[in-house]
């Protein structure tokens, strides 16, 4: 309904202008779960049209069912990330740990419900024509009386603000109290400042459990990799246990593309594989890949020497992930997102510039210190420039102008990512 390119609810709010990203939240770890939807960068004023739409679209997903290629594409799409139990840089153990705690706190009996899901999965394979999720649109979002809107709507100079009445408060204070009471307060942040940079005695550091060196292992875990020739193409293979799954990198050099070009890199990595391609259309496009395998995911990354920091070499990466079988698949897939992606679609292009930067906002506001390190660092690094470029505050600038000034600007912006294809 949401989540995936092409879904219904999500397109029609964004062709209608009701938002530039829209999102969704189900929180299921609680007593009473609730879902959320949530248009960002709109108006106050639009929230009948708002309320209006996503009834309109729920009805109808109600009446005339829900696109069953896109529910099958779903379900394997969690299933594969089951299975492959992959949490990034979380430890796995914690993770399944949380996962227990999503049932168990509320059924002593059910530990195990979120982690053995093998069945639920086949289960709801089997709901996808018995109008069991239109049922579930039904019961649950439309006709659910326990529901709330909620509006956030920023204030201009509302810090400011906020510092000033401070500022006044603390300066009415201190105007209240005497000099020997000035005094006291001023010597006890003076104390508190030596007990906080005063070192932990040696019996106190003690006390902390340490590692030892004899605990680590003093042989690094070894490499496991063969290189193969295809024409000019280096192919390296990793004989590893992966559990059926192949994970594929197809890399390419980005050196000899023009300096210039970097933030086009930034885009590119963001919008392909959500256009339209000469066979598919962006959402069956996303409904396949998620049918047939683990993802098709482009990126960027930043290769060292590790001889010579000065040398690096930018890339531009397509990850995919797939049962063996699957990898024909996936190469067609790629070469045709590479090759067929439609970049004259001005529509579609808007609506992927308008959510890029309502997402990058997003990121900068909650992590905005690593942007700045990443923004200090770039003028000092190289390899810190190209990232600040492609994924780092020069980003957003160059989408935010793109998004102002998208008319004027769209055509340059094609050309430019046409040329970094062609490199």
Known sequence: LVSAPGAVLTDTLLDRGIGKDVDSVYDNGIKQPYFSIIARNSNADRLDEFIGTIKEVLENAVKCGINKKMLLAGINYFEFKYREADFGHYPKGLMYGLQALDSWL?????????????????SLRDKVDSGYFEELVGRYLLNNTHSSIVILEPERGLTAKKDKAL???????????????????????????????EPDSREILEKIPLLKTDDLKKASDPLIYDVHKLDRTDIVTHDI??????????????????????????????ILGLLNTADHSYADLSSEININCGGIVPGSGIYVDIKDTNKITPVFEIKAKALYDKLPFVFDMIKEILFTSDL???????????????????????????????????????????????????????????????????????DDLRLCLSK
Not at 106 to 122: G, L, Q, S, V
Not at 183 to 189: A, C, T, W
Request: hydrophobic share 40%; no cysteine.
């Open 241 to 270: 246990f992966t559990n059926g799954i192949a994970y594929l990198t197809l890399t390419f050099d980005m050196s000899s593309l023009p300096y210039e070009l970097t933030e086009s890199i930034g885009l590119l990595k963001n």
């Open 344 to 414: 004259s679609d001005r529509k579609r292009m808007r609506e992927l510039v308008q959510m890029l930067k309502a997402r990058i906002q997003g990121v900068l506001l909650a992590g905005g210190h690593s942007s700045a390190m990443t923004r200090a660092l770039s003028y000092t690094s190289v390899t810190a420039a190209i990232s600040e470029k492609i994924n780092g505050i020069a980003f957003y600038r160059m989408i935010e102008k793109l998004e102002a000034h998208f008319d004027d600007n769209i055509d340059k912006a094609t």
């Open 167 to 197: 500022a006044d408060k603390l300066k009415k204070y201190k105007a209240s109290l005497s000099k020997d009471e000035i005094r006291e307060i001023i010597e006890k942040s003076a104390a508190l400042k030596r007990y906080q940079e």
């Open 106 to 122: 509320y059924d002593d009996k059910a530990p195990f419900m979120h982690i053995e899901a093998n069945e639920t999965f086949r």
